[in-house]
């Protein structure tokens, strides 16, 4: 099990990696023409889109972090682990979904490989997310009963 918390790490690592890499790029090199197309003032959309963004790049590294730190999983507590997990595991579904869409409303192509890619290591990260949070539960009935 232990490999396949490193492993979900990784995704998370380079999932939140690309998230990051993708926003510096698109600042750097995309040319606003937002004040140009629209002079209306800006809507709260773009600061809650942002938001949302900041929020799940930080649950995915919180994620990546108490995967591939055995100490640090050990040492957090049981319900911040669930939570965290848990958080982690609707990001990656919800990842998985909207990749399933994109296949679904496009044409086939070269992108469908890497789309077949982004399932299985979301699928993965998921997995592992999902069984953490269980086995918790798990092991808390056991030591109940």
Same mark, same amino acid.
């Given at each position: 099990?232990?490999?396949?918390?490193?492993?979900?790490?990784?995704?998370?690592?380079?999932?939140?990696?690309?998230?990051?890499?993708?926003?510096?790029?698109?600042?750097?090199?995309?040319?606003?023409?937002?004040?140009?197309?629209?002079?209306?003032?800006?809507?709260?959309?773009?600061?809650?889109?942002?938001?949302?963004? /900041? #929020?799940? *790049?930080?649950?995915?590294? %919180?994620? @990546?972090?108490?995967? &591939? =730190?055995?100490?640090?999983?050990?040492?957090?507590?049981?319900?911040?682990?669930?939570?965290?997990?848990?958080?982690?595991?609707?990001?990656?579904?919800?990842?998985?979904?909207?990749?399933?869409?994109?296949?679904?409303?496009?044409?086939?192509?070269?992108?469908?490989?890497?789309? /077949? #890619?982004? *399932?299985?290591?979301?699928? %993965?990260? @998921?997995?592992?997310? &999902? =069984?953490?949070?269980?086995?918790?539960?798990?092991?808390?009935?056991?030591?109940?009963?």
């Amino acid at each position: 099990m232990k490999a396949l918390r490193w492993i979900a790490a990784g995704v998370l690592f380079l999932q939140v990696a690309y998230v990051v890499v993708a926003q510096i790029l698109f600042a750097i090199f995309m040319e606003d023409t937002s004040e140009i197309d629209n002079t209306d003032p800006p809507a709260a959309g773009g600061a809650l889109y942002l938001l949302v963004e /900041v #929020a799940v *790049i930080g649950v995915l590294l %919180a994620g @990546a972090v108490l995967l &591939a =730190t055995p100490g640090k999983f050990s040492r957090t507590p049981r319900w911040l682990k669930r939570i965290l997990l848990g958080a982690v595991s609707v990001v990656e579904f919800v990842i998985i979904a909207a990749v399933l869409r994109n296949i679904i409303t496009n044409s086939f192509g070269p992108d469908e490989f890497l789309n /077949v #890619a982004m *399932i299985i290591l979301s699928g %993965a990260a @998921a997995f592992v997310a &999902a =069984t953490e949070v269980f086995r918790g539960s798990a092991e808390a009935v056991r030591s109940e009963a």
